[in-house]
């Protein structure tokens, strides 16, 4: 495949005036997240059915972020739309202290899919939430302060969350207060620990892990955070048995394993859960995102029954107004039901397999930009590098501003293509819909090699 450049495709009557109007708006009263306000230029979006969005000047686009990794099964799914519907007929909205039937069940379809004996469903409204909630749970299960957690990586933008995170976004909000102490997991590509092979990766890591441990003071942890796969910080897939190696650890110090699932939740792997995928079970499950494709905001803890007892006659001191809200407990039954009934998670697993990894393969031994190519089902990462050899990233770590162009001109000429692509730091994720297409995938594939081409004009 080479690339064929092509002009965005159009879709839909355009109507610049409306799509004015629309930005005039959001610029006048919009705060957008993470964000310099009078730097961005937002897209106006007119809609988006699929794999695929457009603009009101009538510019199609494939998503290869499904929104922010989170519309598995991809925009205005039908089945899912009228669910939302019927339930708004019935009843929009009810305090959480009540049983409700949308709520009932889907806790107990999420419960039904989670590993191990994680069969108790404390609903949220999204992943930030779901964190701090497991981390509240875990500090008060155990009677410790302090939690674990990985430098590469994303929990959320909320107090704690964000503590809990490893990536830049925490520095603003970080006062050292919070309880937190980092640690380095496992990334064999930019090894901490002088490996070479997955296995000394793995070994090492863990070594790292309870040394760090033993030095906290094994009885100050409450809990050891980790993504299954870490996703925004790089989709760094874990080498075998460094998971199964954590759940021991924590064991053997009575701490808490919480896995993060928000992301890699619900199919995105090619499994239900990632955490299938390496055949563990933590304590407790944060999930949210693809629990229903984002069509209302929902999310959650999964808990194990031996936490779960901790409250049985114990109040859990926390909880929110909008706890399983009607809506998006109905939109996660029909997104649920869905993707057993069509396949989807099946889907991911077969063109994560037979399409999307051989593609990126095959581009990465066209293009010197690019070092590293991971992942998984539909969650894959492109490593871009000035150099192969040295392994010295495209642009450097948190760059802004003219540090950052040439991943600014890889973005603009994927865009330029129809594509739209998730991009942070020196990467670009693929991480499209989990209902996208071979035919799809391929077309998304000849907008990367166009991008690519780009990339490599800064390669030496």
Not at 260 to 274: K, P
Request: net charge negative; glycine share 10%.
């Amino acid at each position: 495949m080479t690339a064929q450049p092509s002009p965005v495709s159009r879709t839909h009557q355009p109507n610049p005036e409306a799509g004015a109007a629309v930005k005039a708006a959001d610029r006048a009263h919009v705060f957008h997240s993470w964000s310099a306000q009078d730097l961005i230029d937002p897209l106006a979006v007119a809609g988006a059915e699929g794999s695929y969005f457009w603009d009101y000047d009538g510019n199609r686009y494939l998503d290869f972020t499904s929104g922010l990794v989170f519309t598995n099964i991809g925009y205005q799914h039908p089945r899912v739309v009228a669910a939302i519907q019927e339930q708004a007929a019935t009843m929009t909205t009810f305090a959480p202290a009540f049983a409700v039937e949308a709520r009932s069940e889907a806790a107990r379809l999420i419960a039904e899919r989670t590993p191990g004996d994680l069969d108790k469903i404390f609903f949220t409204n999204g992943g930030a939430d779901a964190v701090e909630h497991a981390v509240r749970m875990a500090r008060l299960h155990t009677g410790r302060p302090k939690v674990l957690s990985a430098y590469r990586s994303y929990h959320g933008g909320s107090q704690q969350a964000v503590n809990i995170t490893g990536d830049p976004r925490r520095w603003a909000s970080d006062t050292a207060s919070a309880g937190v102490v980092h640690f380095w997991a496992p990334f064999l590509y930019r090894s901490r620990f002088y490996a070479e092979t997955e296995e000394q990766e793995c070994a090492r890591a863990l070594e790292h892990l309870e040394t760090t441990i033993a030095f906290e003071g094994p009885g100050t942890v409450a809990a050891i955070i980790l993504e299954s796969i870490p996703g925004t910080a790089g989709i760094m897939v874990p080498p075998p048995g460094y998971l199964a190696g954590v759940r021991e650890l924590c064991d053997k110090y009575g701490i808490v394993f919480i896995l993060d699932e928000v992301m890699a939740g619900f199919g995105r792997t090619g499994e239900w859960f990632a955490a299938d995928y390496f055949g563990v079970v933590p304590d407790l499950m944060t999930f949210a995102k693809g629990v229903n494709s984002g069509y209302v905001p929902l999310g959650g803890v999964a808990i194990s029954e031996k936490i779960a007892e901790t409250f049985g006659k114990r109040p859990y001191p926390g909880g929110l107004t909008y706890s399983g809200h009607p809506l998006a407990c109905a939109a996660a039954v029909a997104t649920i039901n869905v993707m057993a009934e069509e396949g989807i998670v099946d889907n991911a697993r077969r063109l994560g397999a037979e399409v999307v990894e051989p593609g990126l393969r095959a581009l990465a031994e066209r293009h010197p930009s690019v070092g590293d190519v991971r992942g998984t089902g539909m969650f894959w990462a492109v490593e871009l590098v000035k150099n192969r050899e040295t392994r010295e990233p495209l642009v450097p770590y948190n760059a802004t501003g003219e540090a950052n162009a040439p991943m600014a001109a890889f973005a603009a000429a994927a865009k330029a293509h129809g594509l739209w692509p998730f991009v942070n730091m020196n990467r670009t994720h693929v991480v499209p819909p989990l209902t996208i297409t071979e035919a799809e995938l391929k077309e998304g594939f000849q907008a990367l090699d166009a991008a690519l081409s780009v990339a490599d004009e800064h390669t030496e």
